[in-house]
């Protein structure tokens, strides 16, 4: 299941922006650190008007704080120079994170402008900081000592981390090159949140309307009802309109029995950002990616992946293409076999019509159904959302690590019908907060993801506060939450990454919890998603709204052997994606790309993942993982890091599966490391030996050729 991890907003607004007075001074509730449990944003006293003059104050005092690093007279020492650096910044990203969530998850046009105007503003403070020529002279002294000073093993690596993230955001550059760099920041930053900011707006407008209910046909009655409810919210009165995810597939698509409106929901998605309106996005993925190579060949880089990887688990650009080079050939012999059961499907079905990317999901649900007596509809009953977080996902993580969860309805959230968990530590010790934004809305960006409101810290004595969103349709008035079992698998995976940052046990923040490298976070998330079938869990959690009962076997047998099937189409989605990042990111800086469907169609045909009928999961115009949500070459990292989940529930599976012990191992070696050391040796630690892609084929049904 896909999903990100959001690092704070730092994409902070055109410079000069005015400040609104009434939001000055001591009256700002983002100014100090809330007197909540754990320090939980005070949404119910911050306002809109608060955010900005609360950046530009965090910013003011953050540069503060590292002049007089820079600045400190006395040698210097880890202590008063990288330890002094982790201390630094806290109203900034105290601001960063609160308004992050708010702004990815419930905008509005005031926010927009913030974002926008920070953003600038927020890349030059950050190159002020990364350029200063004394400051780096203090942590290159302390970095070249690092063999004398008899550092325990986190202080070495953040010694470690701190001086090769300095060289590779340019401080070795020369003055010119520094100047360039900053211009190149503060034009990316502005790019990306331009990207997002378009992409919301292009989803919201590209919505399917339906003036016949009669073309809804297929859809559940809780479905048109929605539908309607969401026209009404539109002042679309006597009409139906099924909102847009951020995915070239719909949702919708497996129930419509219309073809033409399949197509018309299918291209409404395909061409959403492409419009040549205000929205289309085309002309700002033309400059970032442009910009990237410039800025990847001034550090010093042939191009911004390689630029990228350097501090990733996989290193560099090949280890990702040989990696992926692996999945392909098996990917496309496993959708052509899924196409010609679906292409017999259809004509089953009735008169013949040659297969089609809209008519994919509808019919390869009418497969599954036809293979292994199985449709959503027979399931959906047995997953009432709040049964499944709570007696399925929090079960879980009771019997692998001990945790219990504690509503808390005392806290102020960002949306109303949001809520919210204390979680208790096996030894009934407060462990910290998780936050559920569950459900769709028109100014929430697209898709699944898990934030930080609160990091966890040694140093800074604080505890992780963490958010979960989804993209749930909201039920009707007094209608249940029935959701599928993808969705169940999505809010198991959220709240692996939740875990990732609830069990983060570092002194130092910039280590700490899910601030790890791209093709790492994912592993946690991932790996948690194998508890959602696993027998123990799944009978506490799998049970009837309306009758009591407990799902029976037969119905878990087939929902088991119904996994497999889809796999070519799922993984072929996300390898065209993934091949379609790297290759925008692999371009050099003297390329000179005009068109971007038509490099998007060449960068498939060059990596054969342009299967028949299995479009990319994003195309580039709404790629919001690359170009605004920071996976730029890095969306591969969602199918390493299922390599790397599956070796580990492998190993789960040869010691006994679902056991304490079992959990505690995990949770010690993986899950409350961050990256206080470096991923092989971290994952070689847990697993016994490097990655094995054995594992992933034989899960997924797939074998290489």
Same mark, same amino acid.
């Given at each position: 299941?896909?999903?990100?991890?959001?690092?704070?907003?730092?994409?902070?607004?055109?410079?000069?922006a005015?400040?609104?007075?009434?939001?000055?001074?001591?009256?700002?509730?983002?100014t100090?650190?809330?007197a909540?449990?754990f320090?939980?944003?005070?949404?119910?006293?911050?306002?809109?008007? #608060?955010?900005?003059p609360?950046?530009?104050?965090?910013?003011k005092q953050?540069?503060?704080e590292?002049l007089?690093?820079a600045?400190?007279?006395?040698?210097?020492?880890?202590?008063? !120079?990288?330890?002094?650096?982790?201390r630094?910044?806290r109203?900034?990203?105290?601001?960063a994170l609160t308004?992050g969530?708010?702004?990815?998850?419930n905008?509005?046009?005031?926010? #927009?402008r913030?974002?926008?105007?920070?953003?600038?503003?927020r890349?030059?403070e950050?190159?002020?900081?990364?350029l200063?020529?004394?400051?780096?002279?203090?942590?290159?002294?302390?970095?070249?000592?690092?063999?004398?000073?008899?550092?325990?093993?986190?202080?070495?690596?953040?010694l470690?981390?701190?001086y090769?993230?300095?060289?590779? %955001?340019?401080?070795?550059?020369?003055?010119?090159?520094?100047?360039?760099?900053? /211009? +190149?920041?503060?034009?990316?930053?502005?790019?990306t949140?331009?990207?997002?900011?378009?992409?919301?707006? =292009?989803?919201? =407008?590209?919505?399917?309307?339906?003036?016949?209910?009669?073309?809804?046909?297929?859809?559940?009655?809780?479905q048109?009802?929605?539908?309607?409810?969401?026209?009404?919210?539109?002042?679309l009165?006597?009409?139906?309109? +099924?909102?847009?995810q951020?995915t070239?597939?719909?949702?919708?698509?497996v129930?419509?029995?219309? *073809?033409?409106?399949?197509?018309?929901?299918?291209?409404?998605r395909?061409t959403?950002t492409?419009?040549?309106?205000?929205?289309d996005?085309r002309?700002?993925v033309?400059?970032i =990616?442009?910009?990237?190579?410039e800025k990847?060949?001034?550090?010093?880089?042939?191009?911004y992946?390689?630029?990228?990887?350097?501090?990733q688990?996989?290193? !560099?650009?090949?280890?990702v293409?040989?990696?992926?080079?692996?999945l392909?050939?098996?990917?496309?012999?496993?959708?052509?076999?899924?196409?010609?059961l679906?292409?017999?499907?259809?004509?089953?079905?009735?008169?013949h019509?040659?297969?089609?990317?809209?008519?994919?999901?509808?019919?390869?649900?009418?497969?599954?159904k036809e293979?292994y007596?199985?449709?959503d509809?027979?399931?959906r009953? @047995?997953?009432?959302?709040?049964?499944?977080?709570?007696q399925?996902?929090f079960y879980?993580?009771?019997?692998?690590?001990g945790?219990?969860?504690?509503?808390?309805?005392?806290?102020?959230?960002?949306?109303?019908?949001?809520?919210?968990?204390?979680?208790?530590?096996? #030894?009934g010790?407060?462990?910290?907060?998780? @936050?559920?934004d569950?459900y769709?809305?028109?100014?929430?960006e697209g898709?699944?993801w898990?934030?930080?409101?609160?990091?966890?810290?040694?140093?800074?004595?604080t *505890?992780p506060?963490?958010?979960?969103?989804?993209?749930?349709?909201?039920?009707?008035?007094?209608?249940?939450?029935?959701?599928?079992?993808?969705?169940?698998?999505?809010?198991f995976?959220?709240?692996?990454?939740?875990?990732?940052?609830?069990?983060?046990?570092s002194?130092?923040p910039?280590?700490s919890?899910?601030?790890?490298?791209r093709?790492?976070?994912?592993?946690?998330?991932?790996f948690?998603?194998?508890?959602?079938?696993?027998p123990?869990?799944?009978?506490?959690? %799998?049970?009837?709204?309306?009758?009591?009962?407990?799902?029976?076997?037969?119905?878990?047998?087939?929902?088991?052997?119904?996994? +497999?099937?889809?796999?070519?189409? /799922?993984?072929?989605?996300?390898?065209?994606a993934?091949?379609?990042?790297?290759?925008?990111?692999?371009?050099?800086?003297?390329?000179?790309?005009?068109?971007?469907?038509?490099?998007?169609?060449?960068?498939?045909q060059?990596?054969?993942?342009?299967?028949?009928?299995?479009?990319?999961r994003?195309?580039?115009?709404y790629?919001?993982?690359?170009?605004g949500?920071g996976?730029?070459s890095? @969306?591969?990292?969602?199918?390493?890091?299922?390599?790397?989940?599956?070796?580990?529930?492998?190993w789960f599976?040869?010691?006994?599966?679902?056991?304490r012990?079992n959990?505690?191992?995990?949770?010690d070696?993986?899950l409350?490391?961050?990256?206080?050391?470096?991923?092989?040796?971290?994952?070689?630690?847990?697993?016994?030996?490097?990655?094995d892609?054995?594992?992933?084929?034989?899960?997924?049904?797939?074998?290489?050729?």
């Amino acid at each position: 299941m896909l999903s990100g991890i959001r690092i704070a907003a730092l994409m902070l607004l055109p410079i000069g922006a005015a400040i609104p007075l009434s939001a000055q001074g001591a009256g700002n509730p983002l100014t100090e650190a809330s007197a909540l449990t754990f320090q939980a944003p005070r949404y119910d006293l911050i306002k809109d008007v #608060d955010y900005q003059p609360a950046f530009e104050e965090g910013m003011k005092q953050e540069l503060a704080e590292v002049l007089a690093i820079a600045n400190n007279p006395a040698p210097p020492t880890f202590d008063n !120079t990288i330890v002094a650096m982790e201390r630094t910044g806290r109203l900034l990203e105290r601001v960063a994170l609160t308004f992050g969530a708010v702004v990815g998850a419930n905008t509005n046009p005031a926010l #927009d402008r913030v974002q926008a105007a920070e953003a600038p503003k927020r890349a030059a403070e950050q190159d002020a900081i990364n350029l200063n020529p004394k400051l780096f002279a203090r942590i290159k002294a302390v970095y070249d000592q690092r063999a004398t000073l008899k550092l325990d093993p986190e202080s070495l690596q953040l010694l470690n981390v701190t001086y090769q993230d300095f060289v590779h %955001a340019g401080a070795n550059l020369p003055e010119a090159g520094k100047s360039r760099l900053e /211009q +190149i920041n503060k034009e990316l930053a502005e790019r990306t949140t331009s990207f997002r900011q378009k992409l919301v707006a =292009a989803t919201k =407008a590209a919505m399917l309307v339906v003036d016949d209910k009669a073309q809804l046909d297929g859809l559940s009655d809780a479905q048109i009802a929605n539908a309607g409810q969401a026209a009404t919210d539109h002042n679309l009165r006597g009409k139906w309109v +099924i909102p847009l995810q951020n995915t070239t597939q719909q949702p919708s698509l497996v129930d419509l029995t219309d *073809r033409a409106t399949r197509k018309k929901l299918f291209d409404d998605r395909w061409t959403a950002t492409e419009k040549s309106d205000a929205n289309d996005t085309r002309a700002v993925v033309l400059r970032i =990616a442009k910009l990237r190579a410039e800025k990847a060949q001034l550090l010093g880089y042939p191009n911004y992946s390689a630029y990228v990887l350097y501090n990733q688990m996989t290193k !560099t650009p090949d280890a990702v293409l040989k990696f992926l080079d692996q999945l392909v050939v098996p990917t496309a012999a496993k959708a052509a076999e899924e196409a010609r059961l679906i292409q017999a499907a259809i004509d089953q079905d009735g008169p013949h019509f040659d297969l089609k990317p809209w008519d994919w999901q509808r019919y390869a649900a009418q497969v599954r159904k036809e293979r292994y007596h199985l449709d959503d509809n027979e399931v959906r009953p @047995y997953f009432e959302l709040h049964t499944v977080l709570e007696q399925g996902v929090f079960y879980a993580a009771t019997q692998l690590y001990g945790v219990t969860f504690k509503r808390r309805q005392d806290l102020p959230v960002w949306q109303p019908d949001m809520i919210a968990y204390e979680v208790i530590d096996h #030894d009934g010790a407060p462990l910290g907060l998780v @936050y559920f934004d569950f459900y769709r809305r028109d100014n929430k960006e697209g898709g699944a993801w898990t934030g930080t409101l609160v990091q966890e810290s040694h140093l800074l004595g604080t *505890r992780p506060v963490v958010y979960n969103v989804l993209n749930l349709t909201k039920p009707a008035p007094g209608q249940p939450a029935l959701i599928s079992f993808g969705d169940v698998i999505t809010l198991f995976h959220e709240f692996g990454h939740a875990l990732h940052g609830l069990f983060a046990d570092s002194k130092y923040p910039s280590l700490s919890g899910t601030r790890v490298a791209r093709d790492f976070v994912e592993f946690p998330s991932q790996f948690n998603e194998h508890w959602a079938l696993y027998p123990a869990v799944l009978k506490h959690y %799998a049970i009837n709204h309306a009758t009591g009962k407990v799902i029976p076997d037969a119905l878990v047998e087939r929902i088991k052997k119904a996994q +497999i099937w889809g796999q070519g189409y /799922q993984l072929g989605e996300l390898l065209a994606a993934s091949e379609l990042d790297m290759k925008w990111h692999l371009l050099p800086a003297s390329a000179n790309v005009k068109d971007v469907d038509s490099f998007e169609t060449l960068a498939l045909q060059d990596t054969h993942t342009d299967f028949v009928n299995v479009p990319p999961r994003y195309r580039s115009s709404y790629f919001l993982h690359i170009w605004g949500s920071g996976y730029a070459s890095g @969306y591969y990292a969602y199918q390493w890091t299922v390599m790397l989940d599956d070796d580990a529930f492998a190993w789960f599976t040869a010691h006994g599966g679902l056991t304490r012990a079992n959990g505690q191992r995990f949770r010690d070696l993986i899950l409350s490391r961050g990256h206080t050391e470096d991923y092989g040796p971290m994952f070689r630690a847990f697993y016994g030996k490097d990655p094995d892609i054995g594992p992933m084929l034989e899960h997924r049904g797939l074998t290489l050729k």
